[in-house]
């Protein structure tokens, strides 16, 4: 059945299953998904059904070909529809932009039940290279900077941490391994920084246990400030075992941070992280590259030498590490945060109503893309009026302008494309 014209389509997504992913009805991204009435693994005809002995771990509602949305009036696949008006759905402005009428952004639902993979995604001449190489694995050439947004309480490991705590961390006696030839753990470079993690991640197993049990085995005095790491060692080595690298590399060089609901951070392209628990919308540039080297087996990490060259070192500490929220210019009544970071492929907002409220938000440069993450409300745009309820997803035409009304309150997440200029 082919697709109309509107100003807004409800959309039909789907769940993904990993290991890191939460059980069942646990599962945020999953709840969302049934509450949706999301497809399942027969496409979009059919619906998403939890099973509580599976772990999901991410709801996808953006038109990425490995989890595409779909229109759930039609069934049809939302990227066909916007091919077929692309002026009208993406805009011209945004067309121009990017040079194509894809959505430039990949918006997801996560929960998070144990550690991600360390990762860092290419830059775009790295992943065009690699998709170039290997079109299997990277299957774009695109970069991945990202964004985080906690639902509930989120954890994670994202950028290194300055580089005079990671240098008195690596004067434990345990550590001092690590230093490459000629470094002094009171005057660490950046340089340097890159040979420890290179010489943590080629560790051999035996090494790397040894050196996990030596940690643990010193009094949590000895830690300074960074006590999370005697609390976390044990828990990160029974998710995935003591000789996995990715803990030492996590814990002794990179920011752990806990986030509330309603905090975000910003992980730049080649920026290290891990996420290790919680509920968050992730947002990214149009991209499924990733590149990992710890808290996975041996034999899915990516080459040590081509992930350290990568590297970045922005943030540099956990308050660097966050995406503080702005209030939105084109929120009426007050209701809506912006979240902007330092790309032009999405800026997110997220609104919350109390019962009886309203929000009116002025029309973006280019398509938006919305979830309902609690509650509901109605939803107008023009001369169309949609019921939002919880899990409920839609794609909105560029430029249009939204109003949201709400009798018993409702939380809304939505990544768009801003305009260039006013």
């Not at 940690?215 to 995935?240: M, N, V």
């Not at 075992?241 to 060089?253: H, K, Q, W």
């Not at 991209?287 to 041996?298: D, Q």
Request: hydrophobic share 35%; charged share 25%.
């Amino acid at each position: 059945m082919s697709t109309k014209l509107a100003s807004a389509y409800r959309l039909k997504c789907s769940c993904n299953e990993y290991p890191w992913g939460k059980t069942g009805s646990e599962s945020l991204s999953a709840v969302l998904c049934e509450k949706q009435r999301g497809y399942g693994n027969d496409g979009p005809k059919s619906d998403f059904k939890i099973d509580n002995d599976k772990a999901y771990a991410e709801m996808w509602f953006g038109t990425y070909p490995d989890l595409p949305s779909y229109v759930a009036e039609t069934g049809e696949d939302l990227q066909d529809v916007i091919d077929r008006y692309p002026r009208e759905l993406i805009g011209m402005e945004t067309i121009h932009k990017f040079g194509h009428s894809k959505l430039p952004y990949l918006p997801k639902v996560l929960s998070i039940a144990k550690a991600l993979p360390l990762q860092v995604h290419p830059n775009k001449d790295l992943a065009a290279k690699l998709h170039k190489e290997d079109p299997q694995q990277f299957t774009d050439p695109n970069h991945k900077p990202e964004i985080a947004l906690a639902l509930s309480k989120f954890e994670a490991f994202c950028g290194f941490k300055p580089l005079d705590e990671i240098s008195e961390l690596l004067r434990l006696e345990p550590l001092k391994q690590y230093l490459p030839k000629g470094a002094s753990s009171s005057e660490l470079t950046h340089d340097q920084l890159k040979e420890v993690v290179r010489k943590m991640l080629q560790a051999d197993d035996a090494n790397v246990r040894d050196t996990y049990k030596a940690l643990t085995d010193l009094p949590k005095s000895k830690f300074g400030k960074a006590t999370h790491i005697p609390e976390l060692a044990p828990r990160l080595a029974g998710q995935y075992s003591e000789e996995d690298p990715g803990t030492l590399v996590a814990l002794i060089t990179m920011n752990y941070l806990v986030l509330q609901p309603g905090e975000s951070i910003y992980i730049p392209a080649d920026g290290i992280h891990a996420y290790l628990a919680g509920d968050i919308i992730e947002c990214m540039a149009r991209s499924n590259n990733v590149l990992n080297t710890g808290f996975c087996p041996r034999a899915e990490r990516n080459n040590v030498d081509m992930f350290v060259s990568t590297l970045t070192f922005a943030p540099n500490s956990p308050e660097e590490c966050m995406l503080k929220p702005q209030a939105y210019k084109r929120s009426k009544h007050g209701k809506t945060r912006l979240f902007s970071p330092p790309m032009s492929e999405f800026d997110l907002f997220e609104t919350e109503l109390k019962a009886g409220e309203k929000e009116e938000i002025g029309g973006a440069g280019g398509p938006t893309t919305l979830i309902t993450t609690k509650g509901s409300a109605v939803l107008r745009i023009g001369d169309e009026t949609h019921e939002l309820n919880e899990g409920s997803v839609f794609f909105v035409a560029a430029a249009k302008k939204l109003e949201i009304e709400s009798e018993a309150g409702v939380l809304i997440h939505a990544a768009f494309v801003e305009k260039a200029t006013e």
